[in-house]
């Protein structure tokens, strides 16, 4: 919005000043309010589920916020940049009432309330960009029905939201994973040459993490709650859609869908197809090798992190 004021001569300096908000603010404000956010009261069935228990939760609205509001001071202002950020808000807050409710939200409520936020992310891209899918990796493009890009994009976000806060369970994993997937979508954005406006929030976000990860790397101070995860996994599905190569989430998004998007599998054929699949094997799969493989949480962590990275270099590589 400020670069509506200053005008484009001062865009990298107000680019730069608007990082700067954006991380010093998150960590300022995150260590002020420690004593202000919900107690976590552990996971029963994870692996060293106990030893977050009593943590400040939540933290997640605080760099949602902090970025949302740099977004809006520093980024182009566009209204279909306004929805999104509106909407991202809105998955983290949902987030934060569970985080905070004595009572756990159902996994159905919390699935249904994620499916609207889908929908909406789905018509309003449609809105404003169409329905062209760039298969950037064979430099092909083509239209699809605006009714099936809907359906693909609705499937994406949902996917993306859950995957991500399913890979929520190990200090600094989640955080660390997404601010390289963020960084490599950012990278596409460059390359591929589009949504210029949009693509500066994505720094924004990496930067907001930056400062929570200063204090959930592993011993964490705190976590983020379904309010960070939720959110982060929406703008991982808003990013890839703008860069008009969805099917690049594969590949971007790879560790956060092996780790949280087996699970998910496993349980759904389970519970409404009675197929047993996996049975020995822990999900999501970060509690099963910690568990069954010996790996400590600082392993699982850079692991998952080299995983990403190497994937992230072939994906560009080949784009």
């Known amino acids: 919005m400020l670069q509506t ?21 998150t960590a300022l404000i995150t260590k002020g309010l420690f004593s202000f956010l919900p107690a976590d ?14 943590k400040p939760r939540g933290a997640g ?20 940049n306004f929805i999104y950020l509106f909407l991202i808000t809105m998955a983290m807050l949902t987030g934060y009432l569970d985080d905070v409710s004595k009572a756990p939200w159902g996994e159905y409520k919390k699935g249904f309330l994620d499916l609207l936020i889908a929908v909406l992310i789905a018509v309003a891209y449609l809105n404003y960009n169409g329905s062209d899918v760039h298969m950037a990796i064979f430099n092909v493009t083509f239209t699809l029905p605006k009714v099936v890009y809907g359906i693909l994009a609705v499937i994406l976000v949902w996917a993306s939201i859950n995957v991500t806060n399913c890979t929520d369970g190990v200090d600094g994993l989640s955080a ?17 040459g589009t949504s210029e406006g949009f693509a ?14 200063l204090f959930n790397s592993s011993p964490s101070m705190l976590l983020m709650g379904d309010a960070g995860s939720r959110a982060m996994g929406l703008m991982i599905a808003i990013a890839v859609l703008k860069t008009g190569a969805p099917f690049l ?26 197929i047993s699949i996996l049975t020995n094997t822990l999900t999501p799969l970060h509690d099963h090798v910690r568990k069954n493989k010996g790996w400590s949480d600082t392993q699982v962590v850079f692991r998952y992190m080299i995983i990403q990275i190497v994937i992230s270099i072939v994906c560009i590589y080949l784009v």
């Open 41 to 54: 009261q552990g996971r029963e069935f994870a692996v060293d589920g106990t030893k977050s228990k009593g």
């Open 61 to 80: 609205i605080v760099f949602v916020l902090v970025f949302v509001a740099a977004s809006l001071l520093f980024a182009t202002f566009t209204m279909e």
């Open 249 to 274: 989430y594969l590949l971007v998004a790879a560790v956060l869908i092996a780790d949280g998007g087996i699970g998910l599998v496993k349980v759904s054929l389970k519970r409404f197809l009675k």
């Open 200 to 213: 500066y929030m994505l720094p924004l976000f990496i930067v907001v993490l930056l400062a929570y990860l």
């Open 176 to 192: 660390s994973v997404t601010v390289i997937t963020l960084g490599t979508i950012y990278i596409l954005h460059r390359i591929l």
């Open 5 to 25: 004021i200053v005008g484009q001569d001062y865009k990298n300096i107000l680019e730069l000043i608007g990082l700067l908000f954006a991380f010093f603010g």
